[in-house]
């Protein structure tokens, strides 16, 4: 879908009375109803994904959007995103294509030429080019237009790789952006390229994920481009003599001297270092603990006070669990070698991570913030949404049953991702065994191994497999439960009704609705200094929300963020609402609806009941817009309520 079928999909999602004319959605979109009426086609191909999902259409009444609720959450929370929705204006290829241009080329090129090339006005040209400077600031890279010259991208070459290898990032779409640039080069150099990464893991007996993988054979394939047009990297003198020390030094200058014949080009001493700072910055499927330990000596502090700080926030003795300990080393092993050397570190899941674990993913920040204190380590919110996934791995994996029905799954993104997916699968699927977890390329071997295989769960598809398999996403929603039923028989589980707790810490003396604000920090620091005015927080507070936002923006999907402070400027837990008259753009969401957090860190069970209730509300979407168009705060809380 582009974004005006997407909008058109929005609106129905949102609209709980029923019909809409299709006159008011070609209102609201800006379109004809001849446009809205083709755009429909479009979305019913895109509903396929959602068997519960249906346009109804009746003459002289409307269109409305027929849907399960838990699919309705869903295709809500993905349709939210403003990272999601390239402006009408921008083509996702074209941008994509024009980003690559302007960071590979050595030569100026003009907005007019791109305006010819791509056959658009020049206008667009600058709209995409907005899309594009603002991104690449992300980088420390600046678009320079140059009088009578041309467009030029300024910055550090380093920098402009980065970019190259996130390139994904700027359209949310990894699989259409590495298969770009792997078009940039011929079939048997990206082949070759590949197969020569898959003998040095055999030689060297490394276990790198299916995701790592793919991201060495495109950044090799970048290095490579960019030596061709003589743009070699920098490196500092002093990182080059800690990593040339390195056994993978070695392994990496093996590795490239093979290529040097085939692409016919001499790669410089700081293209060995820059390609083996990648492969140490690599995830693993598993690897030998003794090895990495020895090499970073940091290491062993942050597990270790990791497993500490989060045993005694959530009540949970997570010592216990050796295999969260293991899972911990291999992933920050990684993690700790991409910050020392500057390297990008990325989670395509984040959002929806911080969306669906909001609880753990609050406390992971809250020790991270004391580490980064006391061990000077910087870890960012893409590392601190991964260690979610460790953490509630290990509390499903805790609370572990004997299982019967043989089943192997198949996930591309990691261990972390795929210890979550198994622990998730076990518990929620009583009559499973889950056998291993394994990557693509070792299915094949081991089915006939183990012939007694009964079901695959694989996170990428497995074209011509005759087992049984089911392909869902890492964190398996709702939807994807629902079809792994046809498959295993599941035990229903019992939930038992608890009492709604958020209204226990808020008044109508917390409550701003309908406000007209520009910015997210201006709105936490007018919802921290109420909480200060009525006594609840100290002045501190609300500096401090405001720099712990910085560090991690709180949005947990549905239009909805839940900002906080340090506990230990709150004297007594209580909630601040606001509602956005216009929504407002909140990191990479649109944020409608806000709670400003100061709960205290004590009664960990009321704690995760709150951050079930703010979870279950970012799941509904009527709801949602009930909540936000409502202006009188006594009803706004008796919502709350029901």
């Known amino acids: 879908m582009n974004t005006r079928q997407k909008e058109i999909l929005f609106l129905l999602l949102s609209e709980s009375d029923g019909h809409v004319l299709v006159q008011e959605l070609a209102n609201q979109v800006n379109c004809s109803e001849k446009t809205i009426r083709n755009d429909f086609k479009v979305i019913e191909n895109y509903l396929e994904n959602y068997p519960g999902a249906h346009l109804v259409r009746k003459p002289g009444l409307g269109v409305y959007l027929k849907i399960e609720e838990h699919e309705k959450a869903d295709l809500f929370n993905k349709l939210y995103r403003v990272n999601q929705r390239t402006k009408y204006e921008s083509d996702e290829e074209r941008v994509l294509q024009i980003t690559y241009s302007l960071l590979m080329n050595v030569k100026p090129v003009t907005a007019q030429e791109l305006a010819s090339h791509y056959f658009v006005n020049r206008t667009m040209i600058k709209k995409d080019l907005n899309i594009i400077g603002k991104w690449l600031s992300r980088f420390d890279l600046t678009i320079i237009s140059k009088q009578r010259v041309g467009l030029v991208i300024e910055g550090s070459e380093k920098d402009k790789r980065k970019a190259l290898a996130r390139l994904s990032d700027l359209i949310r779409n990894s699989e259409l952006t590495n298969q770009f640039i792997k078009e940039q080069f011929l079939y048997h150099e990206v082949e070759f390229v590949s197969n020569e990464l898959k003998l040095l893991q055999k030689r060297h007996s490394l276990f790198f994920t299916d995701d790592t993988l793919e991201n060495l054979v495109i950044h090799t394939l970048l290095m490579i481009r960019r030596v061709k047009l003589k743009q070699s990297i920098s490196i500092p003198e002093k990182e080059i003599e800690m990593i040339r020390k390195m056994k993978e030094y070695e392994w990496t200058w093996e590795f490239l001297k093979r290529l040097d014949l085939v692409f016919a080009i001499h790669f410089p001493e700081e293209e060995i270092i820059y390609l083996t700072a990648h492969i140490l910055g690599g995830k693993f499927r598993y690897q030998d603990e003794t090895?990495?330990?020895?090499?970073?000596p940091i290491l062993s502090k942050v597990v270790e006070h990791l497993i500490q700080r989060m045993s005694q926030l959530n009540d949970i003795d997570f010592s216990r669990d050796p295999v969260l300990i293991d899972g911990l080393n291999i992933h920050l092993y990684t993690t700790l070698n991409r910050l020392n050397y500057d390297l990008s570190i990325s989670n395509p899941m984040l959002h929806d991570i911080k969306r669906m674990y909001p609880y753990m993913f609050y406390k992971v920040i809250e020790v991270l913030e004391e580490m980064n204190e006391t061990l000077t380590v910087?870890?960012?919110?893409?590392e601190a949404a991964y260690l979610t996934l460790h953490f509630e791995a290990s509390v499903e994996r805790l609370h572990h049953q004997e299982k019967s029905k043989k089943v192997v799954i198949?996930?591309?993104m990691g261990i972390g991702m795929s210890q979550l997916l198994r622990t998730k699968i076990e518990r929620k699927f009583r009559h499973v065994y889950v056998m291993d977890c394994i990557a693509k390329a070792d299915l094949e071997e081991y089915v006939l191994k183990y012939p007694d295989v009964e079901l695959i769960i694989s996170t990428i598809s497995l074209p011509g497999l005759t087992i049984p398999h089911l392909v869902v996403s890492p964190l398996l929603n709702w939807t994807e439960e629902k079809k792994l039923e046809?498959?295993?028989?599941?035990?229903?589980n019992s939930k038992e009704k608890k009492e709604f707790v958020m209204l226990n810490y808020t008044t109508p003396f917390l409550v701003f609705l309908q406000q007209e604000i520009k910015h997210p920090y201006e709105l936490i620091e007018k919802l921290a200094t109420a909480l200060h005015g009525r006594g609840y927080v100290e002045k501190e507070y609300i500096e401090n929300a405001i720099i712990?936002?910085?560090?991690?923006?709180?949005?947990?999907?549905?239009g909805i963020a839940i900002p906080h402070g340090s506990p230990k400027f709150i004297k007594e837990s209580a909630i601040a609402i606001a509602t956005l008259k216009e929504p407002l753009d909140w990191g990479s969401e649109k944020v409608s609806l806000v709670f400003m957090l100061a709960v205290k860190s004590d009664g960990q069970e009321i704690t995760k009941q709150l951050f079930r209730e703010l979870s279950f509300i970012s799941e509904q979407?009527?709801?949602?817009?009930?909540?936000?168009?409502?202006t009188n705060v006594m009803k706004f809380l008796s919502y709350l309520q029901d």
Not at 486 to 492: C, G, H, L, R
């Open 378 to 382: 910087c870890i960012p919110e893409e």
């Open 486 to 492: 046809e498959f295993i028989t599941n035990e229903p």
């Open 291 to 296: 090895e990495f330990t020895k090499s970073s």
């Open 621 to 630: 979407p009527a709801f949602i817009q009930k909540l936000t168009k409502e």
């Open 410 to 412: 198949i996930c591309h």
């Open 548 to 558: 712990r936002e910085k560090m991690s923006t709180t949005t947990i999907g549905g």
